[in-house]
């Protein structure tokens, strides 16, 4: 596993969980209760990105792999340009997001019965 994967796959469950918002924004009003489980699934995924986060932390920097495949890859030439947010910024910016809407109770106890 390199640190690579896991900013690649930090950068998927970020855009999910920004997903998940926005469903759960909509759904809410007309749907209390499918809005409530897109909550939930809104906190979940945001508790997965952060393990993912503090993984990537934890895995030691590879640098001459990582900078070897930075330099055939060449970002600085892409057509939108070089990539913008580090792993870090993204997970901060979406820290921000999850504090202003999420209480420290509902990311350590969110959970939903099945109503089915």
């Known amino acids: 596993m390199h640190r690579l994967h896991l900013d690649v796959l930090h950068a998927h469950l970020t855009a999910l969980h920004q997903l998940l918002d926005q469903l759960a924004e909509t759904t809410r009003p007309p749907h209390p209760a499918a809005g409530r489980h897109l909550a939930t699934a ?25 900078g070897a495949g930075a330099i055939r890859c060449h970002p600085e030439r892409l057509p939108e340009g070089p990539p913008v947010l580090t792993i870090c910024q993204r ?6 997001v999850v504090r202003r809407k999420t209480t420290p109770t509902d990311l350590r106890t969110r959970t939903t019965a099945c109503v089915r």
């Not at 997970?91 to 921000?96: P, R, S």
């Open 91 to 96: 997970h901060l910016a979406a820290g921000h």
């Open 42 to 66: 809104h906190t979940r995924m945001w508790q997965a990105t952060a393990e993912i986060h503090s993984a990537f932390h934890l895995l030691p920097s590879n640098t001459a792999a990582e």
